[in-house]
């Protein structure tokens, strides 16, 4: 007689108590927290380390949105409150967002040793492409402030093809003349690093008028443990050579500059829009704001963001909200023939009128 032995699988199912947690919540939950903190990496470039953090997944038609902070701020510091801004949602779940950070600036960052030869602007710059290639992105959309606008405009210049578009806040593009160097000379010898990246950052009119928001910078950057590689940052950028720009050697791609009216770069992003080409680049000059619009006016700078990546071809079905609906956005459009401005006007939009996009060669001053 053969006997036949099967196997036979029993599972006990019983359903969750009352107050038991769902481990598929669970999992859900831990996959939102990832995705908000972001993956962190450490992509090796021909200049050293570069310390990168992804939101969202390489594998995207879409451009990548790239960001670059200024000097005596992170990644985190500089941008985390502009892209945890609940209208900027909707632009962030539809871009992958990648955060660098300068050699040494991100957050935890060990000391560098005395006499470390830290990179020029220059070679910053010449490190992006590795990122790029480590992501397998095509292109990307950069946003810049300060040294960091500085740095992805040496970088879209050498790689026109890998930039959409450009947004640089806080730009300069010259170094110091010889009155400057002399006045930052003496600036070195008198005050502390603290201050003179403060100075930076902000205006003297922002310092008396905001004195919170200098005084959390001013205790982040003198207690630094990288305090060090700050001022070897700082350096590096103090050094940097000019940008040649002119509007036949320009950004084949679409640029928004950005600047606060009270911002210690306004005179210099000024001069920098003149010399780029009106028909590809939008000059957004913000009313009442410092030298971080990005994070005292982040409303304002996002509606600003919708419209210059609508102008490009993407999100066309993005409704514009906060600036359309509860006050004026006044675009002066300038002209331009044979080198010369011949005639400007000032268009209003209300929340009567019609909400179309300005074209890159407009200048907008909002104010609220």
């Known amino acids: 007689m053969t006997t036949e032995m099967q196997e036979i699988a029993i599972t006990e199912e019983k359903p969750l108590l009352p107050g038991q947690p769902d481990p598929t919540k669970d999992v859900e939950a831990a996959a939102r927290i990832l995705l908000d903190q972001g993956q962190e990496h450490s992509i090796e470039t021909p200049h050293g380390l570069l310390h990168v953090t992804l939101h969202g997944t390489s594998n995207t038609r879409r451009p990548a949105i790239l960001t670059f902070h200024d000097v005596g701020l992170d990644s985190k510091s500089c941008f985390s409150p502009l892209f945890k801004f609940e209208e900027m949602q909707e632009i962030v779940k539809n871009f992958t967002l990648v955060h660098i950070d300068a050699p040494g600036q991100e957050e935890g960052a060990t000391a560098y040793p005395m006499g470390y030869q830290y990179p020029s602007m220059e070679q910053i710059a010449e490190m992006i492409p590795a990122v790029l290639t480590y992501f397998n992105f095509r292109t990307v959309i950069g946003i810049g402030v300060g040294s960091g606008s500085y740095i992805l405009s040496r970088f879209t210049m050498a790689h026109p093809d890998s930039v959409e578009g450009l947004v640089l806040i806080n730009m300069d593009p010259e170094t110091r003349g010889w009155m400057d160097w002399a006045a930052q000379k003496i600036t070195t010898l008198t005050s502390s690093l603290t201050e003179q990246i403060l100075s930076h950052l902000f205006s003297q009119e922002e310092m008396s008028a905001n004195a919170d928001l200098v005084r959390s910078h001013r205790d982040r950057i003198s207690k630094a443990p990288n305090l060090i590689n700050i001022e070897l940052f700082w350096r590096s950028y103090n050094s940097r050579r000019d940008l040649i720009i002119d509007r036949n050697s320009n950004f084949k791609c679409p640029v928004m500059l950005v600047v606060g009216d009270q911002a210690p770069h306004e005179e210099a992003a000024v001069e920098c829009n003149s010399k780029l080409d009106p028909t590809t680049t939008s000059f957004l000059k913000m009313a009442d704001a410092g030298g971080l619009p990005q994070l005292t006016q982040p409303s304002k700078l996002t509606e600003a963001f919708k419209y210059f990546i609508q102008g490009m071809g993407y999100m066309a079905s993005s409704i514009m ?41 407009h200048t907008m001053e909002v104010s609220c």
């Open 321 to 361: 909200t906060r600036l359309s609906r509860s006050r004026t956005a006044s675009l002066s459009s300038s002209y331009s023939m044979d080198g010369e401005r011949q005639r400007s006007r000032t268009l209003s939009q209300s929340s009567q009128g019609g909400q179309m996009p300005p074209s890159p060669s």
